[in-house]
């Protein structure tokens, strides 16, 4: 469920997301927030911990996140539930690996990208490249080693 802290659409993103909580509980089943940020709003640490924060006080399981290079590791410290990041918009993979280290270090507990996978020049070598650094603790250097090295075996 996507929150709009601070957006035109605070109140009935907050309302939803209250409404599929309760509905969650009843079934069993978890929900994942997504902070949103407006086009007029800063994405800074700011923000996300206090969006963040919010999402888990209304009852997310998990929230999903923008990682900022300054303060992520405040925004993490600040959130009483897993943070995953989201991937945003299309880096060149040595910099999408490099974000991935950074915001598991900083205390996030995964990630979530799409298009910095789904966009690569070969998308299954770089999952498992961000599988590397996540739950294997390779750097993103030697991560970004073996999907150059995974790419080139494709072809």
């Known amino acids: 469920m996507q929150v709009f802290i601070g957006g035109e659409f605070e ?3 907050v309302a939803n997301m ?3 909580v309760d509905q969650g509980n009843r079934h069993g089943i978890p929900v994942l927030a997504v902070t949103a940020v ?3 709003m800063a994405r800074d640490a700011k ?3 206090l969006a963040s924060r919010i999402c888990a006080e209304l009852g997310a399981a998990f929230v999903k996140t923008y ?3 300054e303060g992520f590791e405040t925004v993490t410290a600040s959130c009483p539930v897993p943070i995953v990041i989201a ?3 299309k880096l060149p993979e040595l910099e999408a690996l490099r974000m991935a280290r950074d915001s598991v270090a900083q205390g996030a507990a995964g990630v979530d990208m799409g298009r910095n996978i789904f966009q690569a020049e070969a998308p299954v070598a770089m999952i498992q490249a961000v599988r590397k650094v996540v739950h294997e603790n390779m750097s993103p250097e030697h991560a970004f080693d073996f ?3 995974a790419k080139n075996k494709k072809r």
Request: aromatic share 14%; no cysteine; net charge positive.
């Open 87 to 89: 991937g945003g918009k």
């Open 147 to 149: 999907y150059q090295s």
């Open 11 to 13: 109140t009935q993103s």
């Open 18 to 20: 209250t409404r599929l």
């Open 67 to 69: 990682y900022v290079p």
């Open 47 to 49: 923000y996300m911990r």
């Open 38 to 40: 407006g086009k007029d």
